[in-house]
């Protein structure tokens, strides 16, 4: 009998950001089986240390709660995930990683699991739209049990991939994104009917699209021209990150000090916060390419994608070709509001026109049904291995102190023992300083090096 028929369905979760602690928490509440009706999971989170692993606030940010909470390595995770036998197993496990990090921990939970039939069901996939590098993505994340696909057009190039190398393509699994939700948009505010609020323009800001000073500081001109030009709205620049703090992308020209040198009017403002709240009151979204975009046309609310640098895939926006939301911000001074292309809506997973929750059926049917498969789960099969991949596999396994045959490699941080509290404040201090070594000191290097 499966576990999660005799207890509460435990689920672990594994992430390397604030983005795809989000993606991998809400997905992981969604496809369990008896969702959304069944709350009875417990929920364990680990937060894989790196560069960007999420600070507290970026935490609360997300607003998605777990029974627990810890930083780990590598390394101590896949030791965590021998350690959880008995009632303490795990039922689903999900890696909201990168694709190199999914692929080392396959590698390494293979190994971990090597004798064991009873492991957790395996989920992973992409925390929003696939715009780039989708083969070299896809086959790093291929030997989980299921590879969600957050649309229909993502699930159709994902099967394409896998049996065009000949790998089984059965685990891809059409869902959509976790994060979508709130209440339709129901129009512009009207002081008639007791709505004095202000039309509301918001511009989702993305940590490394653009990636250079000038079209970032030309982005910022145009939306503080267009808080100018419309004294009666309020314009709103809404930023994933703090200073000093990190998302899914290193973000080295943050706003906060481009706008520094700016001269912005009153109804002009930076903002935090959960992109679902500020969605409750935006008239208009404006972004390069955020996955926000896709939260705002799933409520309906008017969405633009500038094309005013291009339509590249450099920028992600060539995802949005077909989409009805191109636009330029002198279009959008002029009052022009792009419609949405139905179908093109429908196959990204939005499901604007209700039906969201059916979305999540096949994954929580799958997964009930391997939980239920008579002798447990196969082992894990990766399609990198050192016979398929002998020049790329090691090198990713390396990243993470692992080797060829995932077990970790001599002296990989604690390998044999938890860390103790003085290298738990080491740690802290040197992820500190490569925080503040990405963000100051290597901008004014690269500056130095095209003097």
């Not at 509460?8 to 509440?29: E, F, Y």
């Not at 002798?375 to 002998?390: C, D, E, H, I, K």
Request: proline share 8%; charged share 25%; aromatic share 6%.
């Amino acid at each position: 009998m499966p576990a999660s028929a005799t207890k509460a369905l435990r689920v672990a979760v594994l992430a390397d950001s604030d983005t795809r602690w989000k993606w991998g928490a809400l997905t992981a509440t969604r496809i369990s089986p008896g969702a959304p009706e069944n709350t009875d999971i417990h929920l364990d989170g680990y937060l894989l240390r790196g560069r960007a692993t999420p600070t507290a606030r970026q935490l609360r940010e997300v607003g998605v709660t777990a029974d627990s909470l810890r930083e780990v390595t590598a390394v101590e995770f896949l030791r965590a995930m021998g350690d959880a036998t008995g009632e303490e197993s795990y039922d689903v496990l999900v890696l909201a990683l990168v694709g190199g990090g999914v692929q080392a921990m396959l590698h390494g939970l293979g190994r971990v699991w090597e004798d064991r039939a009873d492991r957790p069901v395996l989920v992973t996939g992409y925390v929003g739209v696939v715009y780039e590098k989708l083969a070299d993505g896809l086959l790093l994340r291929h030997g989980a049990d299921l590879v969600l696909a957050n649309s229909r057009q993502d699930a159709d190039r994902f099967r394409d991939v896998y049996e065009g190398v000949g790998a089984d393509a059965s685990a891809v699994t059409e869902v959509a994104l976790p994060f979508l939700g709130g209440a339709p948009y129901t129009g512009e505010p009207d002081g008639d009917n007791g709505d004095d609020r202000p039309y509301t323009v918001v511009f989702a800001a993305q940590p490394s699209v653009p990636d250079n000073r000038k079209d970032r500081t030309y982005l910022l001109e145009r939306l503080i021209r267009h808080a100018r030009r419309h004294p009666e709205r309020e314009v709103l620049l809404k930023l994933r990150s703090k200073p000093g703090e990190h998302t899914t992308h290193i973000e080295e020209l943050p706003y906060q000090k481009l706008v520094q040198r700016a001269d912005p009017p009153p109804n002009f403002r930076l903002v935090y916060g959960h992109m679902g709240e500020v969605l409750d009151r935006t008239d208009l979204l404006v972004t390069i390419s955020s996955t926000a975009a896709l939260e705002s046309l799933h409520r309906r609310i008017p969405t633009a994608v500038l094309s005013d640098l291009g339509v590249r895939e450099a920028l992600g926006n060539h995802h949005f070709v077909g989409s009805g939301c191109l636009a330029s911000w002198d279009q959008l001074d002029e009052a022009h509001r792009p419609v949405p292309d139905p179908e093109w809506v429908a196959r990204q997973g939005v499901a604007a026109d209700g039906g969201y929750e059916t979305a999540f059926d096949e994954a929580r049917g799958r997964i009930a049904e391997l939980l239920g498969r008579p002798g447990g789960l196969p082992p894990l099969a990766p399609y990198y291995t050192p016979v398929t991949a002998p020049g790329y596999l090691p090198g990713i396994l390396a990243r993470h102190h692992l080797g060829p045959d995932g077990a970790p490699l001599p002296g990989a941080p604690a390998a044999d023992k938890a860390p103790g509290p003085v290298r738990q404040v080491v740690r802290r201090a040197a992820r500190g300083a490569y925080r503040h070594g990405v963000q100051r000191v290597a901008p004014v290097i690269r500056r130095m090096g095209e003097l």
